[in-house]
T-cell receptor
């Protein structure tokens, strides 16, 4: 079983819709979870982090964490074409000080 | 949010020469910095973890004598690609972990695109 699983996509949503990105992980000891956005040819940009069960909202973004089911998700409301990018989930495994990244989900927001 | 700078943003060098890339955390202290490499349409690949004042920890398969890492202060880490070859051409990205944050989030620099001719 992979440490982290993300659907590679592309996930295509129309402009104005809600985009839902999911990530599952295997290490129950994982504490902090992060969502990064990466545009083609650019470096990743931190969008949100979450470490408590439940929802965390920041503007159009909502991160959801369910430690019992071992998944974390990112919802993007009112999707815009500028949201088209690859979204990476990441977390610390056990006592490791380095992040484990998913392979990313490519999101396409269509007009 | 926290800012990480990287210099240069783009470099072209001849085969056999060495290239140094700098990574700085501008508004926070980073006891730990990370160096990644990314080839086109591929995932980020962690090369090494750099802790201030100590030797870097390299990932399996990464040659430590070829990719020299120095982390001399809480805001600066450097990566030197020695005797570069065309296969070293890639997008090199550093990240810095905010030592003051309980979540330990990492912020990425803008990356350095290296082309070896």
């Amino acid at each position: 079983q992979k440490e982290v699983e993300q659907n590679s996509g592309p996930l295509s949503v129309p402009e104005g819709a809600i985009a839902s990105l999911n990530c599952t992980y295997s290490d129950r000891g994982s504490q902090s979870f992060f969502w990064y956005r990466q545009y083609s040819g650019k470096s990743p940009e931190l969008i949100m982090f979450i470490y408590s069960n439940g929802d965390k909202e920041d503007g159009r973004f909502t991160a959801q964490l369910n430690k019992a089911s071992q998944y974390v998700s990112l919802l993007i409301r009112d999707s815009q074409p500028s949201d088209s990018a690859t979204y990476l989930c990441a977390f610390y495994t056990g006592t490791a000080s380095k992040l484990t990244f998913g392979t990313g989900t490519r999101l396409q927001v269509t007009l | 949010g926290a800012v990480v700078s990287q210099h240069p943003s783009r470099v072209i060098c001849k085969s056999g020469t060495s290239v140094k890339i700098e990574c700085r955390s501008l508004d926070f202290q980073a006891t730990t910095m990370f160096w990644y490499r990314q080839f086109p349409k591929q995932s980020l690949m962690l090369m090494a973890t750099s802790n201030e004042g100590s030797k870097a920890t390299y990932e399996q398969g990464v040659e430590k004598d070829k990719f020299l890492i120095n982390h001399a202060s809480l805001t600066l880490s450097t990566l030197t690609v020695t005797s570069a070859h065309p296969e070293d051409s890639s997008f090199y990205i550093c990240s810095a972990r905010d030592a003051g944050s309980p979540a330990g989030e990492q912020y990425f620099g803008p990356g350095t695109r290296l082309t070896v001719t």
